[in-house]
T-cell receptor
Framework: EAGVTQFPSHSVIEKGQTVTLRCDPI?????LYWYRRVMGKEIKFLLH????????ESGMPNNRFLAERTGGTYSTLKVQPAELEDSGVYFC?????????????FGQGTRLTVV | AQSVTQLDSQVPVFEEAPVELRCNYS??????LFWYVQYPNQGLQLLLK??????LVKSINGFEAEFNKSQTSFHLRKPSVHISDTAEYFC??????????????FGSGTQLTVLP
C-alpha cells in the first residue's frame, strides 16, 4: 500500500514567485492535514480537510496561502506570492475517519526555499 | 491551547548507552501523547503513543515512554541505543475530542546522534 506522497521533494523559488505543493494521501483516508516546519522550530499545523471540506484552517499564516482538495482526493497548497519567511519543510498527513485516536501517517515533506 | 516543550535540541550519546529524551506539555484539557521519529531523508513515523490505560508504553524497537500526569511529562527512554537510532524525535499531543479538532501540536524536536 502506498503511503502519503508529496511532490516535489524540494523547491527553490525566488521571492514573489508562485509555488504549488501537492499531497497524495493514503487511499481511503478522509482526513488530510498540512503542517509546516520553519528551520529549527516546531512543526506547526496549517489546516485540516475532511474529504473536500476545510474543517479547520486556523493555522494558515495569511491569505498568500491557498489549499484545495479536489474531489476529496489529493490536495494542493499554493503560495502566491512567496516570501522569504515561507521557507521551510511542508508536511502532509492523512488519517482514516473515525475516533480521535486514529494514527496520522506523514509524507516525506517538501522542502521549500525562497531566495 | 496546547504546547509542547522538548528541552534538548541535540542529544549525542555513545552506542549501547542509555538515553532519555525529555518532553513536557501544557494543556487545559486532556490529551493523547505521541512520539514521532524522522530518520534522515524520510517522513515522520509514529514511534509510540499513549491513549489511555497503562502509563508505560513501548515501541517495537526498544523505546518506551511513561506518561506522568502530575508532572505533565512524556519522556522517551531507551536502555541501550544503536547507531540506527540516529534521527530526530518529536513529541506531540492531540486534544481528546470527539469533534473535528484532530491536529497535532508538536515540540521543536530533539536530534539524537548515536556515536560509535
Amino acid at each position: 500500500e502506498a503511503g502519503v506522497t508529496q511532490f516535489p521533494s524540494h523547491s527553490v523559488i525566488e521571492k514573489g514567485q508562485t509555488v504549488t505543493l501537492r499531497c497524495d494521501p493514503i487511499s481511503g483516508h478522509d482526513n488530510l492535514y498540512w503542517y509546516r516546519r520553519v528551520m529549527g522550530k516546531e512543526i506547526k499545523f496549517l489546516l485540516h480537510f475532511v474529504k473536500e471540506s476545510k474543517q479547520d484552517e486556523s493555522g494558515m499564516p495569511n491569505n498568500r496561502f491557498l489549499a484545495e482538495r479536489t474531489g476529496g482526493t489529493y490536495s494542493t497548497l499554493k503560495v502566491q506570492p512567496a516570501e522569504l519567511e515561507d521557507s521551510g519543510v511542508y508536511f502532509c498527513a492523512s488519517s482514516q475517519r473515525g475516533s480521535g485516536n486514529t494514527e496520522a501517517f506523514f509524507g516525506q515533506g517538501t522542502r521549500l526555499t525562497v531566495v | 491551547a496546547q504546547s509542547v516543550t522538548q528541552l534538548d535540541s541535540q542529544v549525542p550519546v555513545f552506542e549501547e548507552a542509555p538515553v532519555e529524551l525529555r518532553c513536557n506539555y501544557s494543556s487545559s484539557v486532556s490529551v493523547y501523547l505521541f512520539w514521532y521519529v524522522q530518520y534522515p531523508n524520510q517522513g515522520l513515523q509514529l514511534l509510540l503513543k499513549y491513549l489511555s490505560g497503562s502509563t508505560l508504553v513501548k515501541s517495537i524497537n526498544g523505546f518506551e515512554a511513561e506518561f506522568n500526569k502530575s508532572q505533565t511529562s512524556f519522556h522517551l527512554r531507551k536502555p541501550s541505543v544503536h547507531i540506527s537510532d540516529t534521527a530526530e524525535y518529536f513529541c506531540a499531543v492531540r486534544k481528546i475530542s470527539s469533534g473535528s479538532a484532530r491536529q497535532l501540536t508538536f515540540g521543536s524536536g530533539t536530534q539524537l546522534t548515536v556515536l560509535p
